[in-house]
């Protein structure tokens, strides 16, 4: 079965540090690139960036540039998202999902983050 | 960066009505790189029609897609009670270019 499958959900506070996964199974993990798709609670749905995980390229939206990191590793075919410092307003649903033709046709579940005090 | 703008914001229909949402784009989509989306409560995004008018793997035939340049429509002939949901259209300019819109809920009148 061809699947992504995310990290459980997060409860953090403000300044520490997260590292969220997503890993494919049942297709070439590393021939697809990995788009980072964020959604804030009761909104819509924010493109962050994406990563090919054959070769780690990595566009990061303007939006978010600076304020979060893509990586991956094709060796067991993972991809992560991870902040140095989390804020308040990172508080948010999470999802990864696999790039084809222009447009996202596989997703994973979701990691719910939560930061707070 | 291309802006996406989707019309009307909630759209209230009846099971068995037509839905037609709009996505009006700031500048012209190249190639027609435009995607729609249905997400409910709950569930993560599903990919519905990819390049403007293609329909994704499994979607029903009372889904289609139409629309060039900065104009493009989401029609829904006959609604059944699991269209019910949220619809977002999302444009391709690059990799480093990709925006979704706000969302169409489509909600039961």
């Known amino acids: 079965e061809v699947l992504l499958v995310q990290s459980g959900a997060e409860v953090k506070k403000p300044g520490e540090s997260l590292k969220l996964s997503c890993k494919g199974s049942?297709?070439?993990?590393?021939?697809?690139?990995i788009g980072w798709v964020r959604q804030m609670p009761g909104k819509g749905l924010e493109w962050m960036g994406i990563?090919?995980?054959?070769?780690?390229?990595?566009r990061y939206s303007p939006s978010f540039q600076g304020q979060v990191t893509f990586s991956a590793d094709k060796s067991i075919n993972t991809a992560y998202l991870q902040w140095s410092s989390l804020k308040a307003s990172d508080t948010a649903m999470y999802y990864c999902?696999?790039?084809?033709?222009?447009?996202?046709?596989?997703w994973g579940r979701g990691t719910l983050v939560t930061v707070s005090s | 960066e291309i802006v996406l703008t989707q019309s009307p914001g909630t759209l209230s229909l009846s099971p068995g009505e037509r839905a037609t949402l709009s996505c009006r784009a700031s500048?012209?989509?190249?190639?027609?790189?435009l995607a729609w989306y249905q997400q409910k409560p709950g569930q993560a995004p599903r990919l519905l029609i990819y390049?403007?008018?293609s329909r994704a793997t499994g979607i029903p035939d009372r889904f289609s897609g139409s629309g060039s340049g900065t104009d493009f429509t989401l029609t829904i002939s006959r609604l059944e009670p699991e269209d019910f949901a949220v619809y977002y259209c999302?444009?391709?300019?690059?990799?480093?270019?990709?925006?979704f819109g706000g969302g169409t809920k489509v909600e039961i009148k």
């Open positions: 999902a696999r790039h084809t033709h222009s447009s996202f046709d596989l």
């Open positions: 049942g297709y070439s993990f590393s021939n697809h690139w």
């Open positions: 990563i090919y995980p054959g070769d780690s390229d990595t």
């Open positions: 500048q012209s989509v190249s190639s027609n790189y």
């Open positions: 390049a403007a008018s």
């Open positions: 999302q444009q391709y300019g690059s990799l480093s270019l990709l925006t």
